[in-house]
């Protein structure tokens, strides 16, 4: 008996206790469950919570990224899972944004965030029509991609600036939509003056306008004046262009409109640009001529001139006087030489003294003569077919030459004349149709030029962003 009593008691104990057993595993599973249901659903509010930020720049397009995100990536771009109003895994769709870096496609951008060469390759595809990524995509521009829970594409968005922009959707019936999006602006004239000092280009950078616009001013008055070597501090000028604005941003700048120029050695010059229809137009002066000649005034960008026109002139190498029938540009070695006329290649040869030499002929029984080159302008053949401003060579010191320099010539009738002194022929002028319209725009343009109406911008037209002229600055 003493022996088995405590045995007996304890195997009592034993078999209460396998009685409980299932009851307490159930407890404890249950426990744990539930413990492990708080932790998932607290931990994905908080993940939802960290997200807000994202989710509102992402709204936000063309937002800029943090400073060390751009210094810790080439391209600037995130992801995370949005949508739904609490996480449900059949609701997710994956949303990305970034930026195109230096260096930087679209391509590696899109891939450095695991999607498919596939997806990548549709985006570029549908959008080519309107969007060239490989011509126009530029560091700066901005994308958002929306994906689909299978990892589809369901919206792709590419902005280049405030008002480019171009978007891609699919629907549910798998049918691709793209376009670019109209913005609303407000067109208005712009009328600036003020008197030259240093440079036209030095000038309008301390008006605070673009080089481009300065280019563009000088390239409408190149047929009269010689911008590099006419220009005379104290000479005052004025211009009229339409200026483009998004509320109160500035987008760009479209056509010049007039433009005006008092100098001491050019004179006084006006210029207006006229509508021909068929997006077609070009520049006039006060009695409706235009002001782009048949020759420019020079072939090439000069620092100066080096030897006139002369029957009588020293020779700097064989020493004694003979007639220089031209004008030597002096320009660094390898400056573009262009044609100042449209006509056709006569010749394109070397000889021991005009070195490298181009000769032209162009309409009224005028030829040009370029020497001294020191190469030709790739595939220029005899016969071809040239237009003004095109490229025939490039400065050189070939043939007997001291130094780089372009000798210019030209012939008319057989007879070489002064270059700078010739009488060329004038522009054309518009249509009596034109004449009407044309004094109209010219009176209401002048009075805005001259500054009578007291105001520098005039709003004069609402406008889309498929209103936008392709010459935008």
């Not at 060469?117 to 958002?144: C, E, K, M, V, W």
């Not at 070939?398 to 210019?408: A, E, Q, R, V």
Request: aromatic letters at 12%; proline letters at 4%.
């Amino acid at each position: 008996m003493g022996l088995y009593y405590p045995y007996q008691k304890l195997k009592n104990q034993q078999s209460k206790h396998r009685k409980i057993k299932p009851r307490v595993i159930y407890i404890l599973v249950l426990s744990f469950s539930l413990l492990l249901l708080f932790k998932w659903f607290t931990g994905s509010h908080r993940e939802i919570g960290e997200n807000t930020d994202f989710h509102e720049q992402s709204e936000s397009y063309g937002a800029d990224l943090s400073s060390e995100e751009s210094q810790a990536s080439a391209c600037e771009s995130q992801s995370d899972i949005l949508e739904g109003p609490l996480p449900h895994p059949s609701f997710f769709e994956r949303r990305l944004t970034g930026k195109i870096r230096h260096g930087e496609s679209i391509y590696q951008c899109l891939h450095k965030e695991g999607i498919s060469d596939r997806n990548i390759q549709l985006i570029a595809d549908h959008l080519d029509p309107l969007l060239s990524f490989r011509y126009q995509s530029r560091p700066g521009d901005t994308y958002h991609l929306t994906l689909t829970e299978e990892g589809e594409i369901e919206r792709f968005e590419y902005r280049k600036g405030l008002v480019e922009i171009y978007c891609l959707t699919r629907d549910r019936e798998n049918t691709w939509n793209v376009w670019r999006e109209n913005i609303k602006l407000s067109k208005y004239w712009v009328n600036i003056s003020g008197q030259i000092k240093g440079s036209l280009f030095s000038t309008f950078q301390e008006l605070g306008y673009p080089v481009a616009l300065a280019i563009r001013f000088a390239e409408i008055l190149e047929w009269k004046i010689d911008f590099q070597h006419e220009v005379r501090e104290g000479d005052s000028f004025g211009v009229v262009f339409e200026r483009f604005f998004k509320g109160d941003e500035p987008i760009g700048y479209g056509k010049i409109l007039a433009v005006m120029y008092d100098g001491q050695v050019t004179g006084s010059l006006r210029g207006f640009h006229f509508d021909l229809g068929d997006n077609q137009g070009d520049y006039f002066d006060l009695n409706g001529i235009s002001l782009r000649r048949a020759f420019l005034r020079a072939p090439l960008s000069y620092k100066y001139i080096s030897s006139g026109f002369s029957h009588h002139r020293m020779h700097p190498i064989l020493n004694r006087v003979r007639p220089h029938l031209g004008i030597d540009f002096a320009a660094p070695h390898g400056s573009p030489v262009w044609a100042v006329a449209d006509g056709t290649v006569l010749s394109k040869s070397y000889d021991k003294n005009n070195g490298n030499q181009v000769k032209l002929r162009h309409m009224n029984g005028y030829i040009t003569y370029y020497n001294h080159l020191s190469k030709f302008a790739k595939g220029l053949k005899k016969g071809d077919r040239v237009v003004q401003k095109q490229i025939i060579g490039y400065v050189g010191t070939t043939g007997l030459s001291t130094g780089p320099h372009l000798d210019y010539r030209v012939k008319k009738d057989g007879k070489f004349i002064n270059p700078l002194n010739a009488r060329y022929p004038s522009g054309k002028p518009l249509k009596r149709d034109f004449i009407g319209e044309f004094q109209q725009k010219v009176a209401k343009l002048t009075t805005f030029l001259n500054g009578h109406e007291n105001v520098s911008k005039v709003l004069v037209a609402e406008v889309d962003t498929s209103e936008l002229p392709r010459s935008i600055l």
